[in-house]
């Protein structure tokens, strides 16, 4: 099976996003530490809100580690400041509402779900290092575990 989206040890495709709290960030201007980019399906929905509410617990630690974590979908900066609100995250929440983000790291697919299909994103993180490169793929990623997994990673564990 070949492998989709950007793999390790190629360059983070860059972007700039606007962000929960206001402002926009810009991929390559966080070089010099390490970023976590997790791309999520849709604001509110359960397992959207467990990842974002994991992440969101664990993001001191992350911080410890001198890494940043940033959690992608395509939602409105309005429904992620909602979302955001509701469940009180603290995890910065990018909007990429013309999917241009989403096609770039290729997790806009095909989902089949009960005999379905339509257009959606794949659950999916990418650890990129410090100099802009991919360092790990999470792909099809299964919420329950995945921040300590992550975590792991980045602590070189």
Partial sequence: MSQIGPQPGQPAPDFTLPVTGGGEI??????????????????????????????????????????????????????????????????PLLSDTDGAVTEAYEVWVEKNMYGKKSMGIERATYLIDATGKIAQVWRKVKVPGHVDAVLDAVRGA
């Fill in 26 to 91: 810009t991929l390559s201007s966080l070089r010099g530490a390490p970023v976590v980019l997790f791309f999520y399906p849709r604001d509110d929905t359960p397992g959207c809100t467990k990842e974002s509410i994991g992440f969101s617990e664990r993001l001191s630690e992350f911080a410890e580690a001198g890494v940043q974590v940033f959690g992608i979908s395509r939602d409105s900066m309005d429904k992620h400041d909602k979302f955001a609100a509701k469940h009180a995250l603290t995890v």
